[in-house]
């Protein structure tokens, strides 16, 4: 179900700006690196908010364009908010590929990754998924299909019980992050993330206060 912006549009200030646009910095929703900076009128925001596809207003061209739609490197909306002043756009995203026309990761020539190994996994395994690459033991699995891989999660999880009832600290870890990553891959398989998941364990908890 999308969610309800109606009373975000309502409160940006269009207006501060001649060409009635405001800035809108677009962020990568599993990192939190700054992928680039676009400008958005309220036809661009609405479009975005209706396609879930981040859609800007050039100002030198007078139109809207769909960010990726020359590079099929489209930015799937997460969320949207806006700063104090209701003047300046922040929208969260899941980029499809590199942002920059240069084939940078960022506008800003940065790599868009982050200080959390996992998230950053997640990213690559969300990459051979949707860019297989020959040779990849996770392309590999994704080619396979879901049965297989949850197959493969099953018996990752009956070594991991068979080893944690024995002595060997380091086999025992071994199979722990094996079980992990093939549960990764499995969550990519049914397009959900580690986000979605702890989203139902932190409501779980709350309803435990």
Not at 14 to 27: D, E, G, N, Y
Not at 107 to 132: H, M, Q, V, W, Y
Not at 178 to 207: C, M, S
């Amino acid at each position: 179900m999308k969610k309800d912006y109606s009373e975000l549009v309502k409160r940006i200030d269009f207006s501060k700006s001649s060409s009635q646009t405001v800035p809108a910095i677009i962020q990568d929703s599993s990192t939190n690196v700054v992928l680039m900076l676009g400008y958005m009128n309220r036809d661009a925001l609405l479009d975005t908010i209706d396609s879930g596809l981040v859609t800007f207003f050039s100002r030198s061209k007078n139109r809207l364009w769909v960010k990726g739609e020359t590079s099929k490197h489209y930015l799937h909306v997460v969320d949207i908010k806006s700063d104090c002043d209701s003047d300046t756009l922040l929208i969260t995203a899941k980029p499809d590929g590199n942002v920059c026309h240069t084939g940078a990761e960022t506008c800003f020539n940065e790599e868009n990754t982050s200080e959390d190994f996992l998230r950053a996994l997640e990213k690559i395994i969300e990459g051979r998924k949707k860019r297989p690459v020959s040779g990849s033991y996770t392309s590999t699995l994704f080619k396979s299909g879901i049965n297989k891989m949850a197959q493969k999660v099953g018996e990752e999880a009956v070594e991991l019980v068979i080893e944690a009832k024995d002595n060997n600290q380091k086999l025992f870890i071994n199979e722990a992050a094996d079980l992990l990553f093939h549960y990764l891959i499995l969550l990519q398989a049914k397009n959900k993330t580690l986000d979605d998941v702890i989203e139902v364990l932190e409501k779980r908890h709350k309803g435990k206060e």
